[in-house]
């Protein structure tokens, strides 16, 4: 759908997302929701007629220097360290190089080429933070995560993030002219723990391409997925690691075949190992096996979309057992889907998910807790059906197109009060 077009809508924007290119598939490494949101909207954002330039790292010698997505969508790889074998944690010594190789790229186009800056992450910020003083633009940030919200909800035994990382978003958020939150609780934990101006903040919730993520012919996706008709699947979308606790669902599926040994259950597993999850990449087979339900957890590789929505189609449940979430794209692409969700009580879940509704809020990660509330919903076909027949319309209130709205109204407010960035860019 078309989106207006607000005063002061920007005709182009450098979009920074500097350690994960939105080219990557989803589901592994540090490609997440995020890679998402970026291309989603930047393409959306071309439709309202404001041309997209995407900056990030290129992790390979074989990327092109640009590459055109569609028409007003480009990706730009910006060469910084070596291609291959940088994590994200080694970027900010890198953050220098990426901003010389920003401001290089600048340097060759005509003056006043952008308009605005919208950095997403705390790494892409820093350099939106130059180049916004740079080129005398505003600087729009969206944080996405926070170390403050993520150390003080880790997984046992998961490493806190630094505190380099703390000292750079609290810079960031000083800096920016505006700052967009996924959801409510999010603007308040930025105002709560990182001081930011309630009235520099604006809420704009992330989409689901609501035509790829339906309902469709469940019968026929557990086919393409190879699930027998009387197996029930719990399934699991995501990267690998503690924060995302894929652990929590397996060990709930033991408790759930313990107490019942004759139900037919597959858990699968979509996706791939990512941060901490690294230094064990097979710690959850190993946990599998050491519970004795490897025969019932199926590992599948990170998939492309229209797989992903053959999955969800397929599933009785999805299982979003986070123990932080600045939003929660998983449990809003099931839900479009028409299956229900059964999320953990964090952050942006408790907006992705109606709880009650379209699924169940789980306000703990004990996985006892977690077998009682799936096995009860399972035992429930009438009540499965109730939060399935409310999970398309509850997702349906998320669409990429509202987001660039939303953007477009952030940037429409960035581009009237010069003053904010102004006064941000003279304090630094």
């Known amino acids: 759908m078309a989106i207006r077009r607000v005063r002061g809508t920007p005709r182009r924007v450098a979009v920074l997302s500097v350690h994960t290119s939105p080219l990557a598939q989803p589901g592994t490494g540090d490609a997440g929701g995020m890679n998402v949101y970026v291309i989603e909207s930047a393409r959306r954002l071309a439709a309202a007629g404001v041309e997209v330039e995407i900056f990030t790292r290129a992790d390979s010698s074989d990327l092109p220097p640009t590459v055109e997505i569609e028409p007003g969508v480009s990706v730009r790889h910006l060469r910084a360290g070596p291609f291959e074998g940088l994590r994200k944690e080694d970027l900010p010594a890198q953050l220098c190089a990426l901003s010389a190789e920003l401001l290089g790229f600048e340097s060759r186009l005509p003056e006043g080429w952008f308009d605005l800056v919208h950095s997403h992450y705390w790494l892409s910020g820093h350099v939106g933070w130059l180049a916004s003083q740079r080129w005398n633009v505003p600087l729009v940030h969206s944080m996405h995560t926070m170390a403050k919200v993520k150390n003080a909800g880790l997984a046992e035994g998961d490493r806190p993030e630094p505190h380099v990382r703390v000292i750079g978003e609290e810079q960031v958020v000083a800096a920016s002219t505006r700052l967009i939150a996924n959801t409510l609780d999010e603007a308040a934990d930025l105002s709560l723990l990182y001081s930011a101006a309630p009235e ?229």
């Not at 699947?233 to 503690?242: A, E, H, M, S, Y």
């Not at 669409?399 to 904010?420: C, E, F, H, V």
């Open 200 to 428: 520099a903040i604006d809420v704009v919730h992330p989409g689901v391409d609501l035509d790829v993520f339906s309902p469709g012919d469940r019968a026929a996706a557990r086919r393409e997925v190879g699930l027998a008709g009387h197996e029930r699947c719990l399934l699991f979308v995501g990267r690998l690691q503690p924060l995302k606790a894929p652990d929590v669902l397996v060990r709930a599926a033991a408790h759930m075949l313990a107490e019942d040994p004759g139900l037919s259950l597959v858990v699968a597993i979509n996706g791939g190992p990512s941060g901490s999850g690294l230094e064990h990449p097979t710690a959850l087979q190993e946990l599998a096996a050491d519970l004795g339900i490897a025969d019932r957890v199926r590992f599948e590789p990170p998939a492309p979309r229209e797989r992903l929505a053959a999955w969800y189609r397929a599933a009785d449940l999805t299982v979003v057992p986070s123990y932080s979430e600045s939003f929660g794209l998983v449990a809003v692409e099931s839900q479009a889907c028409g299956t229900p969700v059964v999320a953990a009580d964090v952050g942006g879940l408790r907006t992705a998910v109606a709880d009650g509704r379209s699924g169940v809020l789980v306000s703990d990660h004990d996985p006892r807790t977690w077998a009682r509330v799936i096995s009860d919903l399972l035992a429930t076909p009438d009540r499965l059906a109730n939060l399935a027949a409310h999970a398309r319309t509850h997702a349906e209130k998320f669409s990429w197109s509202t987001t660039a709205a939303g953007l477009l109204g952030s940037y429409d407010t960035a581009l009237r009060r010069p003053q904010a960035w102004s006064k941000a860019a003279s304090s630094s």
